[in-house]
Nanobody, 115 residues
Framework: QVQLVESGGGLVQAGGSLRLSCAAS????????MGWYRQAPGKQRELVAT???????GYGDSVKGRFTISRDNAKNTVYLQMNSLESEDTAVYYC?????????WGQGTQVTVSS
């Protein structure tokens, strides 16, 4: 089993920045792709960004150019640097990790952007 713990969420004004972190622990063989997803009230969960173990990244269209995903394989940790935040970015952000073909999810961290 893999446990994911997110941190770094909070309240920020539009145009501001936040950095999310997600640390994996537990019975880790190897963490493959890691990523961030978000879910706003009344909406479906959507992809924010992913990063492979080798560092290949992918982003949702709405965050390209504003968000940057990175990871530290030695620490089994993934980060999401969020800049130029907009009110539309308000959501619960969930960390995701794949290990041995199984997906794991964190509990989520709230990000609220005030306009």
């Amino acid at each position: 089993q893999v446990q994911l713990v997110e941190s770094g969420g909070g309240l920020v004004q539009a145009g501001g920045s936040l950095r999310l972190s997600c640390a994996a622990s537990g019975s880790i063989f190897r963490i493959d792709t890691m990523g961030w997803y978000r879910q706003a009230p009344g909406k479906q969960r959507e992809l924010v960004a992913t990063i492979t173990r080798g560092g290949i990244t992918g982003y949702g269209d709405s965050v390209k150019g504003r968000f940057t995903i990175s990871r530290d394989n030695a620490k089994n940790t993934v980060y999401l640097q969020m800049n130029s935040l907009e009110s539309e970015d308000t959501a619960v952000y969930y960390c995701n990790a794949e290990s041995r073909g199984r997906p794991y999810w964190g509990q989520g961290t709230q990000v609220t952007v005030s306009s």
